[in-house]
Nanobody, 126 residues
Framework: HVQLVESGGGSVQAGGSLTISCSVSGTTVSGLCIGWFREAPGKKTVGIAHIYSDDTPNYDDSVKGRFTISKDNATNTVSLRMTSLKPEDTAKYIC?????????????????????WGQGTQVTVS
């Protein structure tokens, strides 16, 4: 049974940095399309950063150059390093995943995967 558990959210001032993590259990992160979505009040949920099983990352234009997604096979964790944070980055950040063997890379990078979801972690930028 695959489970995703996010951690590391919190409050930060504009211009600051924060790293959030997604711990994966029940499978190995190396075989996943996995990434981060964010859900802000009154807005639709948007995929912002994804990483494929071949370690190729992809970013939404809204975070490109500021956020970095990374994968640690040893700890079975995916992290999102967020820098130059803006108030508009305030949202609940949710980790999602699916097996890459049935998720083509273009679907992964388009955010078209939702087999497994975490509960989310709140990030507030003021």
């Amino acid at each position: 049974h695959v489970q995703l558990v996010e951690s590391g959210g919190g409050s930060v001032q504009a211009g600051g940095s924060l790293t959030i993590s997604c711990s994966v259990s029940g499978t190995t992160v190396s075989g996943l399309c996995i990434g981060w979505f964010r859900e802000a009040p009154g807005k639709k949920t948007v995929g912002i950063a994804h990483i494929y099983s071949d370690d190729t990352p992809n970013y939404d234009d809204s975070v490109k150059g500021r956020f970095t997604i990374s994968k640690d096979n040893a700890t079975n964790t995916v992290s999102l390093r967020m820098t130059s944070l803006k108030p508009e980055d305030t949202a609940k950040y949710i980790c999602a995943a699916d097996y890459s063997r049935w998720t083509p890379k273009h679907d992964c990078f388009g955010g078209y995967y939702n087999h497994y979801w975490g509960q989310g972690t709140q990030v507030t930028v003021s």
